[in-house]
């Protein structure tokens, strides 16, 4: 199953949109279970205004190619090390 990271407060949101009207114990007790959620382990990444891409790897990762890819298509490229 390919891991998939949400923004905490869409979830929130999510959920307290399908309930809006009929709040419950169970409703708070989800969201309280939101809140209490560690956050996940995901690879920080910027793109700056001019197209840089900057990712932090942890430190002594040894990255040799890095494949960037479009979302939702197969365009992108492929870039090694120097």
Same mark, same amino acid.
């Given at each position: 199953? #390919?891991?998939? @990271? !949400?923004?905490?407060?869409? $979830? #929130? *949101? /999510? =959920?307290? %949109? #399908? +309930?809006?009207?009929?709040?419950?114990?169970?409703? @708070?007790? /989800?969201?309280? &279970? =939101?809140?209490?959620?560690?956050? /996940? *382990? +995901?690879?920080? @990444?910027? !793109? %700056?205004? *001019?197209?840089? =891409?900057? &990712?932090? +790897?942890?430190?002594?990762? #040894?990255?040799?190619?890095? =494949?960037?890819?479009?979302?939702?298509?197969?365009?992108?490229?492929?870039? @090694? $090390?120097?």
């Amino acid at each position: 199953m #390919k891991d998939e @990271y !949400i923004r905490r407060e869409d $979830a #929130k *949101d /999510a =959920l307290q %949109e #399908k +309930v809006f009207h009929n709040p419950t114990d169970e409703f @708070y007790g /989800a969201m309280q &279970v =939101l809140d209490e959620l560690e956050p /996940a *382990d +995901v690879v920080p @990444y910027s !793109i %700056e205004p *001019d197209g840089t =891409l900057t &990712v932090t +790897v942890p430190k002594c990762t #040894k990255v040799g190619r890095v =494949l960037v890819q479009e979302d939702g298509t197969h365009c992108g490229g492929l870039y @090694y $090390a120097d």
